[in-house]
T-cell receptor, first 115, second 114 residues
Framework: NAGVTQTPKFQVLKTGQSMTLQCAQD?????MSWYRQDPGMGLRLIHY???????DQGEVPNGYNVSRSTTEDFPLRLLSAAPSQTSVYFC??????????????FGEGSWLTVV | AQSVAQPEDQVNVAEGNPLTVKCTYS??????LFWYVQYPNRGLQFLLK????DNLVKGSYGFEAEFNKSQTSFHLKKPSALVSDSALYFC????????????WGLGTSLAVNP
């Protein structure tokens, strides 16, 4: 009963380093997304995907890349980490293509600190 | 423009008392409304949603919410609060005519005091 699995849970990066946050879901959901959560700013959408091979930008895509080679996996890549990317990152998925009243399921989060 | 507001950053209630966490929204079409809960250092968990039908929606852990179209509100309620209900609560809305864009509130921190 795994649901949405994110790794790593905690990571400290130096400015300029790159890394990938992994996300996998075992519910055969078409729609997957990445959010960041910052104090006082709620949840902001970084990138999303409506199916394998299809990705699109959300509200705050700069500095992040994504790909969706399979239905299950949706990694988020930080190309050159900056202190402004210190945040908590959540991967999420839902049925359909993110449409209408479908429930979104979240991973447990990845706490990233950039020093 | 679509928006959602949670007017209270924090709500404090005594254990056993009823609780209300407020949410108001603005969309151009019909709304799909959601409540999620986030416990410390955890991901968000779905509580309940309103899509259509009965205005009173019942969800997980004894929570319910009432859709009020005239007041554009979707307040979360529970008749008797538990200390374990202490968490961060998020309201979200999606315009039925704009399927992919889900707008999130900033969250309300609920503290239930023993």
């Amino acid at each position: 009963n795994a649901g949405v699995t994110q790794t790593p849970k905690f990571q400290v990066l130096k400015t300029g380093q790159s890394m990938t946050l992994q996300c996998a879901q075992d519910m055969n959901h078409e729609y997957m997304s990445w959010y960041r959560q910052d104090p006082g700013m709620g949840l902001r959408l970084i990138h999303y995907s409506v199916g394998a091979g299809i990705t699109d930008q959300g509200e705050v895509p700069n500095g992040y890349n994504v790909s969706r080679s399979t239905t299950e996996d949706f990694p988020l890549r930080l190309l050159s980490a900056a202190p402004s990317q210190t945040s908590v990152y959540f991967c999420a998925s839902s049925t359909g293509q993110g449409a209408s009243g479908n429930t979104i399921y979240f991973g447990e989060g990845s706490w990233l600190t950039v020093v | 423009a679509q928006s959602v507001a949670q007017p209270e950053d924090q709500v404090n209630v005594a254990e056993g008392n009823p609780l209300t966490v407020k949410c108001t929204y603005s969309v151009s079409g019909n709304p799909y409304l959601f409540w999620y809960v986030q416990y410390p250092n955890r991901g968000l968990q779905f509580l309940l949603k309103y899509i259509t039908g009965d205005n009173l929606v019942k969800g997980s852990y004894g929570f319910e919410a009432e859709f009020n179209k005239s007041q554009t509100s979707f307040h979360l309620k529970k008749p008797s609060a538990l200390v374990s209900d202490s968490a961060l609560y998020f309201c979200a809305v999606r315009d039925a005519g704009n399927n992919r864009k889900l707008i999130w509130g900033l969250g309300t921190s609920l503290a239930v005091n023993p």
